[in-house]
C-alpha cells in the first residue's frame, strides 16, 4: 500500500483490552482503516476545534470589546432613566390625540 502522506513523527499510548475493542469498532463503523487512523483523526480534531492561544494583540481587543459594552450599558441605563421619567408624560400625549 502506497503511502500518500508519510508520517514523520510517531506519538505512543496505551489502551484497555475495552478502549482498543470500542476503537476498532468505532473504525468499522466510521470507515477508518485502521485504530492508528482514528486516533490521528481524533487528535487533529481536537487540536483544530482548541482555542488558539490569546496574544496581545487579542488581549487589547478584548480591553476594547469591554470598554464598548460598559459604554453601551451606561448609554441603556441613561436611556432607562428618560423613559422611565418622561413615560407618565408620554402616556398623557398618548391620552390627548386620542
Partial sequence: MPVFNK???MV???LSRAEYAAAEISCTRNGVRSVSSLAR???LNLSAAAPRP????????????????LTLRAE??????????????LRLAAESTQ
Fill in 7 to 9: 508520517k514523520e513523527r
Fill in 12 to 14: 505512543s499510548f496505551r
Fill in 41 to 43: 483523526d481524533a487528535v
Fill in 54 to 69: 490569546h496574544g496581545p494583540a487579542d488581549l487589547e481587543i478584548l480591553l476594547q470589546l469591554q470598554h464598548q459594552i
Fill in 76 to 89: 441603556v441605563d441613561r436611556l432607562t432613566s428618560v423613559v422611565a421619567v418622561n413615560q407618565p408624560n
